[in-house]
């Protein structure tokens, strides 16, 4: 066995090691707020504890010549009895930091909470336009250059033309053996989703609440990312108004006014209707509050938005309630109410509802909102 295979099969030793330990403790890095700040293009640092790190252990060195200055029992690598720098009598707790892409991540969320692959709603999809390698032409440019088919031909032409020498096989191709790819572009079908995220930022929703939010938000999104090719994101925020705003102001908005859930469910719809038809994208919609809201005027007109607007043209929409000592919690006793199946098509409920009371409700949640596999 080769030594790179062996340093691969120790790699993915390596690797199951650190699935299982991600396995065992998935409730809680699911409520681990530094993932998202360590959170890259693709990766994600994990901290992982209890891994054992290699080290050296010296032996009995009583039969061998020790070379330069020291006594026995001075501590290897220190200078002295290394008495002069007591720096604690404990064994310290070593963290090993791991790089972890998304898409496994979401492989072991799916795995330790049984989700099922999502399918793609709507006969259509969006298309983009790809390069395919399909043909070999006899002009292009070298970094294209097909260097098989440039022997082969160069091979035929010395076999017919009588100057191969089977006892010395030089092959040396001239201009007219080149050989290079070519390729055509092609309309390649790609299942994508927009996600619309809204949060009530009233004086209700303090920094604890919006943390829940953004955790939770995180977990969504590197779940439905791990199902489809392309995804895109728009972020609401609302008290008595709302409006649409980046994903940093999304998390650092804060407001002291009321709340209107219907400014924000209205809102939502102009950006359905405008850039994402049912058609051609599978849409995902969130809305994260206390259950406060303005009157039960207002609440009727949510259940009425939602009824003939935005439950018609979404795969799901989710509603998750944040624990607040501030708002009244009610709005999802609304929702129960005049949706108690969760207003059920083919696939299952299409309003889901999860309660978020604090970061060890996250795993739940998750699992809640996506087993249906929608």
Known sequence: MSSISRIEQDHQRFRQIVRGKIRKELRKFLSRDELIGKEGDRYVSI???????????????SAGVGMGEGNEGDAAGEPGSGKENSGGDQEGQHITEVDVSLEELADILADELE?????????????????????????????????KRTYREALKRQVASGIYDPADPVIIPIKRDMR?????????????????????????????????????????????????????????????????????????????????????????KEIIDADYDAADWNV????????????????KKCVELLNER????????????????????????????YFPDGAPDDEGPRLISAKINDKTAIYDAMRTLFKQGR
Not at 133 to 147: E, V
Not at 187 to 212: F, R, T
Not at 285 to 294: A, Q, R
């Open 47 to 61: 901290p992982v504890h209890d891994l054992d790190l290699p080290r050296f252990q010296y032996g009995d060195n």
């Open 284 to 299: 995902y919609l969130f809305h994260f509050s206390d259950g406060d809201n303005s009157s039960e005027a207002d609440n």
């Open 180 to 268: 290079f790819r070519s390729w055509n572009e092609v309309k390649k079908p790609q299942s994508n989703a927009a996600i619309v995220y809204m949060m009530d930022v009233s004086g209700s929703m303090g920094d604890e609440q919006k943390e829940l939010v953004r955790l939770q938000a995180f977990w969504i999104d590197t779940w439905l990312r791990r199902n489809y090719e392309g995804v895109e994101s728009r972020y609401i925020v609302h008290d008595v108004r709302a409006g649409e705003v980046d994903k940093q102001t999304f998390y650092s908005m804060r407001e002291d006014g009321g709340t209107r859930i219907s400014s924000a469910y209205a809102a939502c």
């Open 310 to 337: 935005l439950l018609p043209g979404s795969n799901m929409f989710g509603y998750c309630q944040v624990a607040s000592a501030y708002g009244s919690g009610n709005f999802i006793n609304v929702l129960t109410e």
């Open 115 to 147: 989700l099922p692959r999502i399918k793609p709603r709507g006969e259509h999809r969006v298309t983009t336009i790809r390069d395919k390698y399909t043909g070999i032409r006899q002009i292009g440019p070298a970094s294209l250059r097909h260097f």
